[in-house]
């Protein structure tokens, strides 16, 4: 089958590799009909992710047709039209059954590596490095989709494809964002970033029933989307100071929450962007956070930041002073899908949740080296590339 | 340029941690201490579920005699904790290094066998990884492709 591959730091390429097959009798195999970009993959790319292997097939934001089942599974069968959680969950440890999915036991199969670098084993993901189980991802014709029964969700009938495919991932993130960090009837929530998952953030923050929602990123095409499809407030970071004009919105106080949808990658305005840059660049720190510190900075006494943003190990400057002296919750998580893709798919199928203006390029999956071009670079607008692997 | 560097970087990165993470164990492993430690998982089962009758899992039962197992309950909610060790002496220092390179360290089969016993016992099976593990051999993928095969006996689980 054709897969997308990692090949190096900013080398990818269509490839053709075995096609997948059952390995265990929980196992279905899905045939890929829409695969898209996440920003996680542009840590993979940028070679910030440790533990990935020429050869590795990536994506893992996806929605499919079973096409084979394994003699254990229970809840689904060929023909099913489903969208995966990007996470592995076996659904019977004791992390899965307390819905932290994303910290399941038993789905890596190489825990050697997350304990080493975390000291705890995480759970797997597809498509992103050997850390995460070595799995393979989503960018290709079919792919194996390990304990089925609890990872794969039924698209309700008059959903579309493209409405759909998002509930895999940015999603079902953004929504464990402001659930996890309280948001309330009343809050003001600011959120750092304007993709895909910033975007879903904000939204969820509304739709938790948030007074104000304000968020932040510099690319006019992203703020203008979230106006238009999320409805709330924006700022442009390189027009303004961001902790002031906070402060101005809020009456002195600050933002009752503040959630961070950038990650390791952020870009600032100022020098300590260029301090922070040099510092990766010469291998001494792995991971640039600069939107996790404005967001400690901004919140409110005795507030919550959620870190969405992906991390792969240590950081330079962590505000911890703030942060205590606060006395801010801070919270973080790879997303536990399996615990709100449910509850997101009956959002879709309401029209209370937007997700397919996300999709701002569609192609086949031969192109998708181009379409990481423009989604790395925001060429044309792209928020999201979306590869059909059948096309 | 940069690319190049970070991609340099990142790789040998993974190869250091690699030897890192053997030269750490080595002088864990020298240690009496260390050699003689309890490994251990918790399984979100009773304790009557982990080992009924006082049966092991069978992939600890396929190790017979060759390690000692202890089973108590977990605080709270939490299940069970099982813990086993080897009961023959660990290797020691370089033949330590070269018989894990081997994956013939018995503590990384007792490791492997918990980390096996907890899945079967959740989920009814053991998960596999994906396969073939690659389908471009290169050098530096070889000494991941080492550590990934050694992977499932280390960690913690
Ligand atoms: N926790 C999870 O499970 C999970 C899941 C999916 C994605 N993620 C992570 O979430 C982050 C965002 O993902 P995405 O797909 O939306 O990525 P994206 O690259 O499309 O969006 C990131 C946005 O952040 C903006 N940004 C950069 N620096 C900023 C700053 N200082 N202040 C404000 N905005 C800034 C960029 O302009 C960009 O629009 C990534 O780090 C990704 O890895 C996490
Ligand atoms: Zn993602
Ligand atoms: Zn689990």
């Known amino acids: ?25 929980q196992d279905a195999i899905v045939k890929v009909k829409l695969t898209t970009t996440c920003g996680s993959d542009l840590h993979l790319l940028g070679g910030y992710i440790p533990a990935m292997r020429a050869g590795d097939v990536i994506g893992h934001e996806f929605l499919g047709e079973i096409v084979e089942v394994g003699t254990e599974v229970r809840r689904h069968k060929v023909g099913d039209r489903v969208v995966v959680a990007s996470i592995i969950g076996c659904g019977r440890c004791w992390y899965c059954e307390n819905d932290l999915w994303s910290a399941c036991d038993n789905s890596n199969t190489k825990p050697a590596f997350a304990d080493m670098l975390y000291g705890q084993p995480i759970g797997g993901i597809y498509g992103y490095s050997h850390v995460t189980g070595g799995y393979k991802g989503s960018h290709a014709q079919y792919i194996r989709v390990p304990f089925v029964d609890y990872g794969a969700f039924h698209v309700p009938d008059g959903v579309d494809d493209m409405d759909a495919l998002f509930t895999s991932d940015s999603a079902p993130t953004g929504w464990m964002g402001a659930d996890l960090a309280g948001v309330r009837p009343g809050d003001v929530v600011a959120v750092w970033g304007c993709g895909a998952v910033g975007q879903m953030a904000a939204r969820a923050a509304m739709l938790l029933g948030a007074e104000r929602v304000i968020s932040i990123d510099r690319y006019p095409e992203r703020l203008a989307m979230t106006e238009r499809y999320v409805g709330c407030e924006t700022l442009d970071y390189t027009r303004t100071d961001i902790i002031e004009e906070l402060k101005e919105r809020t009456g002195g106080r600050g933002p009752d929450v503040c959630i961070e949808a950038v990650g390791l990658e952020a870009e600032g305005a100022g020098r300590r962007h260029l301090y922070d840059k040099a510092k990766q660049r010469l291998g001494m720190t792995l991971d640039r956070p600069i939107a996790v510190r404005e967001a400690i900075y901004a919140c409110r006494k005795a507030g919550s930041v959620f870190i969405l943003g992906v991390f792969a190990g240590l950081v330079d400057k962590f505000p911890l002073g703030a942060m205590m002296n ?22 879709v199928a309401r029209g209370e ?25 925001k060429k044309d607008g792209c928020v999201r590339a979306v590869f059909r692997p059948w096309a | 340029m940069k690319r190049a ?6 790789l040998g990165g993974i190869g250091l941690g690699v030897m ?23 399984i979100n089962r009773r304790p009557e579920e982990v ?30 904790e099982l813990g086993a060790r080897p009961i023959t002496p660990v290797p020691a220092g370089v033949t330590g290094v070269l018989a894990r390179l081997g994956d013939e360290d018995p503590r990384q089969a007792v490791r492997r066998a918990l980390r096996e016993s ?11 990884p994906d396969e073939p593990p690659t389908t471009r051999p290169t050098p530096a993928g070889r000494i991941l492709d080492l550590a990934a095969q050694r992977a499932g006996g280390e960690g913690r689980l």
């Open chain 2, 118 to 128: 907890k899945c079967l016992i959740e989920t009814g099976e053991v998960l596999r």
């Open chain 2, 51 to 80: 080992v009924p009758d006082g049966r092991l899992p069978e992939p600890l039962a396929r190790l017979g005699d060759a390690i000692e197992v202890q089973v108590r309950e977990a605080p709270g909610d939490r299940g069970t």
């Open chain 2, 20 to 42: 890192r993470w053997l030269s750490s164990r080595r002088t864990k492993v020298r240690t009496r201490q260390a050699a003689s430690r309890w490994l251990m998982v918790t």
């Open chain 1, 353 to 377: 949740l937007r997700t397919a203006h996300l999709a701002t390029h569609t192609m086949p999956l031969d192109q998708a080296p181009r379409g990481y071009d423009m989604f790395k670079n």
């Open chain 1, 1 to 25: 089958m054709k897969a997308l591959c990692w090949q190096g730091v900013n080398e990818l390429s269509v490839e053709h590799v075995p096609d997948p097959r059952i390995l265990n009798a």
């Open chain 2, 5 to 10: 560097v970070l991609g340099g970087l990142t």
């Open chain 1, 326 to 347: 606060k006395g801010l919750t801070v919270r973080s998580a790879q997303q536990h899908g399996q615990r709100y893709i449910p509850k997101l798919l009956d959002l």
